[in-house]
């Protein structure tokens, strides 16, 4: 961040060009990872609360004018924390009993977690469409995470998916 004034800090603003293609995100992320870390061990220093306002804006920006549907790097690449939850209500829209569910489709990651056992998800379809969307798992609606409160907290987590998704690599690198 260049100015921890309050004028400086309203007056960063994302645009369309500040979002690299998805399929570019790899290269250009390990171009910029030396920037990127710096990035966020500066971010990790900052008033909380600013943090909080500066990176909420900026999602808002992003996904004012970006649409996932022509992205799905996230779906396509990693998967998300599943909870008991989860699954039941999955199972539900799929009319499936969840043990089934989790049979088919679902593992358990080294934290205990399901995940789904294949990249990509099971449920993307050819045109980036969420089969059981209504129905997804909390991890998939709350991805990427950019809008939740005390973003400090994820800060090392935000790291490792500006490999992932086009907009939190924009965000970390407007504010380098
Ligand atoms: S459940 Fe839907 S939103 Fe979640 S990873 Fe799969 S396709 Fe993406
Ligand atoms: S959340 Fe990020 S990675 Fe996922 S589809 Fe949207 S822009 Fe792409």
Same mark, same amino acid.
């Given at each position: 961040?260049?100015s921890?004034?309050n004028?400086a800090?309203s007056s960063?603003?994302?645009?369309r060009? #500040?979002v690299?293609?998805p399929? @570019?995100?790899k $290269?250009l /992320? $390990?171009?910029?990872?030396?920037?990127l @870390? %710096?990035t966020?061990?500066?971010l =990790?220093?900052?008033?909380?609360r600013q943090?909080?306002?500066i990176?909420?804006?900026?999602?808002?920006e =992003?996904f004012? /004018?970006?649409?996932c549907l022509?992205?799905?790097?996230?779906?396509? &690449?990693?998967?998300?924390?599943?909870?008991?939850? #989860?699954?039941e209500?999955? $199972?539900?829209k799929l009319k499936?009993r969840p043990?089934?569910?989790?049979g088919k489709?679902? %593992?358990? #990651?080294?934290?205990g977690d399901?995940? /789904?056992?294949?990249?990509?998800? +099971?449920f993307?379809?050819?045109d980036?469409?969420?089969?059981i969307? &209504?129905?997804r +798992?909390k991890?998939?609606?709350?991805? +990427?995470?950019t #809008?939740?409160s005390? /973003?400090?907290?994820i800060?090392?987590l935000?790291l @490792?998916? $500006?490999?992932?998704? +086009?907009?939190v690599?924009?965000?970390?690198? @407007?504010l380098?």
């Amino acid at each position: 961040m260049k100015s921890n004034s309050n004028g400086a800090l309203s007056s960063i603003s994302l645009s369309r060009n #500040d979002v690299p293609a998805p399929d @570019k995100l790899k $290269a250009l /992320f $390990a171009t910029n990872r030396g920037v990127l @870390k %710096k990035t966020v061990q500066k971010l =990790a220093k900052f008033n909380q609360r600013q943090l909080d306002d500066i990176v909420h804006k900026l999602h808002h920006e =992003a996904f004012g /004018f970006y649409d996932c549907l022509d992205c799905s790097n996230c779906c396509r &690449s990693i998967s998300p924390a599943i909870s008991h939850n #989860d699954v039941e209500v999955m $199972a539900k829209k799929l009319k499936v009993r969840p043990s089934d569910l989790v049979g088919k489709h679902l %593992k358990l #990651d080294e934290e205990g977690d399901f995940v /789904f056992h294949t990249a990509p998800c +099971p449920f993307i379809d050819d045109d980036n469409y969420c089969q059981i969307y &209504s129905h997804r +798992p909390k991890a998939c609606r709350e991805y +990427p995470h950019t #809008d939740r409160s005390r /973003f400090y907290q994820i800060l090392k987590l935000s790291l @490792k998916n $500006a490999e992932v998704c +086009p907009v939190v690599y924009a965000i970390l690198m @407007k504010l380098a």
